[in-house]
């Protein structure tokens, strides 16, 4: 199993960033795919998942409305678009997936947000 973070990097707040993760290894249309953060000190947080065929989808309150999850089951990849970009979004971000009782992590990408 293999994951893979693309896409983070600096922008100004306001900004948009979109984020791609790159699944191998597994039969990745038949499990749910999720998006973490994590800033120094804190807990690795869940921003948001997707179900395996993308009709269902769980946002963290902080993010609701500004980033939205989605998923291309063909290519196996997971996206987070992030619009409006706020200072407190800056984090590394994790794509993530659970297979039976076993977890797969990502090597994550910074985001950060600053002027």
């Known amino acids: 199993v293999q994951l893979v973070e693309s896409g983070g990097g600096l922008v100004q707040p306001g900004g948009s960033l979109r984020l791609s993760c790159a699944a191998s290894?597994?039969?990745?249309?038949?499990?749910?795919m999720s998006w973490y953060r994590q800033t120094p000190g804190k807990e690795r947080e869940l921003v948001a998942d997707i179900s395996s065929a993308g009709g269902s989808t769980n946002y963290a309150d902080s993010v609701k409305g500004r980033f939205t999850i989605y998923r291309d089951n063909a290519k196996k990849k997971v996206y987070l678009q992030m619009n409006s970009l706020k200072p407190e979004d800056t984090a590394v971000y994790y794509c993530y997936t659970r297979i039976s009782r076993l977890k797969y992590w990502g090597q994550g990408t910074q985001v950060t947000v600053s002027s």
């Open positions: 290894g597994f039969s990745f249309s038949i499990y749910i």
